[in-house]
């Protein structure tokens, strides 16, 4: 008898592959590697969450991705970030232009900040459609009108009037959502999109953000340092530390079974319904200073693993399973 054959499934399609990357910034009191040999892969129709307290070098990387650095002081001394055979970190300013927002698109954290307070809503949407689209005001009116329909905002042609400071929290980050969308990206850098908007809003950003990416069979990198929030939202994880990648995985996998000590401290702090402790485990000390990373592993400081070892060797990112790569040199030996 014979099998019947398997359906064929096409491998799911590359759309931003960074390798290797490094950002300094050169100030007067020495060189800071913000961004310290980061890489991975993204897919069509995949949320990658990269995850890690302030100061880890997540917004760091996703912005030299967009090449939107102020330069001094922050320079990108290595690595490349390829997208269609493109390497977006050595495009001039003029290629660069042509990749914003049709290519790879970013949200920003606050959307007032981000949003011209001296001109509606509608201005700011028309005129990116007009300068991109090369639509007629009117047409360009309607699209805009459209979209803020798309992203679940009530109203949307009355919202066109409206400036930043009249829009509510929520309704100003769907605007930007908008914004981000506008142009079809392929890949969106979402920085940390939720982190002023209360509890409820949260949900509902993240919510909307979710159906957008299956909607337009899009990528998105989201920026987050809460690791809850990157599990409810990601199909892989991966946690940064003093600029480097200390581990990546499928995200109920790293939830579940954390292979590095940085991750399981991440997930200790988290609040649940079945913990009856006063106050949550917190990471002991801070974050080294950029300025003067420790040797060897540099979360060696903070780690409650810690040998001697892990104060001399640099541990890589080695792979420890499918899909699974942890950069500690105790992996399989500690349970974290």
Excluded at 85 to 113: N, W, Y
Excluded at 220 to 225: A, E, N, R, S, Y
Excluded at 239 to 268: C, F, I, N
Aim: aromatic content about 4%; charged content about 20%; some cysteine.
């Amino acid at each position: 008898m014979v099998e019947p054959a398997l359906p064929y499934a096409p491998a799911p399609q590359v759309v931003l592959e960074v390798d290797d990357l490094h950002v300094e910034f050169r100030t007067e009191r020495g060189v800071l590697k913000a961004v310290d040999g980061v890489g991975y892969t993204l897919h069509r129709g995949e949320v990658l969450a990269i995850l890690g307290e302030s100061g880890s070098g997540k917004t760091v990387h996703a912005r030299a991705l967009l090449q939107i650095l102020d330069s001094p002081p922050a320079f990108v001394t290595g690595g490349t970030a390829m997208m269609d055979d493109v390497d977006l970190l050595a495009l001039d300013e003029h290629d660069m232009q042509g990749m914003r927002g049709e290519k790879i698109s970013m949200l920003f954290q606050d959307p007032h900040t981000a949003l011209d307070p001296v001109f509606t809503v509608g201005d700011q949407l028309v005129e990116l459609l007009r300068t991109r689209r090369s639509l007629a005001r009117r047409s360009a009116r309607d699209v805009a009108a459209d979209l803020l329909d798309k992203v679940g905002i009530a109203d949307p042609r009355g919202r066109l009037d409206n400036f930043p400071h009249q829009l509510s929290g929520g309704i100003a980050q769907r605007v930007m959502v908008a914004m981000a969308i506008a142009l079809d990206p392929v890949v969106l850098l979402a920085d940390e999109p939720t982190s002023s908007l209360d509890v409820t809003v949260q949900a509902q950003v993240l919510e909307l953000l979710q159906q957008l990416v299956a909607e337009m069979d899009m990528a998105m990198v989201l920026i987050t340092h809460n690791l809850a929030v990157a599990v409810g939202l990601a199909d892989r994880i991966a946690v940064m530390y003093s600029g480097k990648l200390m581990e990546t995985g499928p995200a109920w996998e790293v939830y579940d079974d954390p292979q590095h000590p940085y991750t399981a401290a991440l997930l200790r702090s988290i609040p649940g319904l079945d913990r009856r402790q006063d106050r949550l485990p917190a990471i002991k000390g801070a974050p080294p200073s950029l300025l003067r990373l420790p040797s060897g592993c540099v979360f060696h400081p903070r780690c409650p693993h810690v040998i001697q070892a892990c104060k001399e060797v640099v541990p890589p990112l080695l792979e420890i399973g499918a899909d699974r790569y942890s950069a500690c040199i105790r992996v399989g030996e500690i349970d974290p």
